[in-house]
């Protein structure tokens, strides 16, 4: 059974951190790219951050580059988003995806169940 599991959300005060964890079962996630996804309440889910098969390449959005960082361990099927100084604007359900390059959502065949982010004081 194909399964992604994030965890490592909750709440913080602004201009903390936190770092989600993704863990893949089921199937391999060093044949696919490997990317996060955000959805607040009332709006659409839109990609925050993806990085290639191999863990060369990486792509953020403007809002959070040089705050988050995408990283993956291919050997424990695992992606990471680690999140510092997060501002309240971050807050939402934070969803990983696993499929091809890019931030359309389309593009992405497996999703968690997604973790909640919180920041507020």
């Known amino acids: 059974q194909v399964q992604l599991v994030e965890s490592g959300g909750g709440l913080v005060q602004p201009g903390g951190s936190l770092r989600l964890s993704c863990v893949a079962s089921?199937?391999?996630?060093?044949?696919?790219?490997m990317s996060w996804f955000r959805q607040a309440p009332g709006k659409e889910r839109f990609f925050v951050a993806g990085?290639?098969?191999?863990?060369?390449?990486?792509d953020l959005i403007d809002s959070v580059n040089g705050r988050f960082t995408i990283s993956r361990d291919n050997a424990k099927n695992t992606v990471y988003l680690q999140m510092n100084n997060l501002k309240p604007e971050d807050t939402a359900l934070y969803y990983c995806?696993?499929?091809?390059?890019?931030?359309?959502?389309?593009?992405?065949?497996?999703w968690g169940q997604g973790t909640q982010v919180t920041v507020s004081s």
């Open positions: 089921g199937f391999t996630i060093s044949s696919y790219h």
């Open positions: 995806a696993a499929g091809a390059y890019g931030s359309d959502r389309r593009n992405y065949d497996f």
């Open positions: 990085i290639n098969s191999r863990g060369s390449s990486s």
